[in-house]
């Protein structure tokens, strides 16, 4: 991935599986990265990016069924974010709906080679997928951008 901390390789609940069955089991089975190749790198990764990542789940999920695995979600939220002590919750995981697509969504900022970084990430569930979308930029490039990344993330459209 190209990205920092992307969220890839989350999933919904790593391999334990869920009360709801629908566990992703962890690795991703498609991964993308649009990246403004002009914008800002660290570590030759792009940072004005938006990576997306496709999880195979245990069995469909339907939209009614999405607002219960907002806890589950939250606790990948937290391991996320206390795998690097520079990660902050800027807004808390809420639920969103992206081209009539369910799921969750949070801010958050961290510190990658001395840049802090901003970014929004949804988890968004349709049938038997789960998608991670993060739009991200450097923090002091994120009043400037943010309104193109997340415009961007909004035109996501699951067939």
């Keep these: 991935m190209l990205a920092g901390l992307a969220l890839t390789g989350a999933g919904c609940s790593g391999s334990g599986?869920?009360?709801?069955?629908?566990g992703a089991g962890g690795s991703s089975v498609f991964d993308v990265v649009f990246a403004d190749k002009d914008g800002t790198t660290i570590?030759?990764?792009?940072?004005?990016?938006?990576?997306?990542?496709?999880?195979?789940l245990a069995r469909e999920v339907k939209p009614a069924e999405v607002p219960k695995l907002k806890s589950e979600l939250q606790t990948v939220v937290d391991q996320l974010m206390s795998?690097?002590?520079s990660a902050k919750i800027v807004e808390p995981l809420e639920e969103v709906t992206v081209n009539g697509v369910p799921?969750?969504?949070?801010?958050y900022t961290y510190t990658e080679g001395g840049t802090e970084l901003t970014a929004v990430a949804f988890f968004l569930f349709k049938g038997k997928y789960e998608y991670e979308i993060t739009a991200q930029t450097t923090s002091d490039n994120w009043d400037a951008l943010k309104g193109k990344l997340e415009a961007a993330a909004q035109t996501f459209m699951a067939k």
């Design 17 to 22: 599986g869920s009360d709801t069955g629908a």
């Design 103 to 107: 799921g969750f969504g949070f801010k």
């Design 83 to 85: 795998s690097t002590t």
């Design 43 to 56: 570590s030759d990764r792009y940072v004005d990016a938006i990576p997306v990542s496709v999880y195979e």
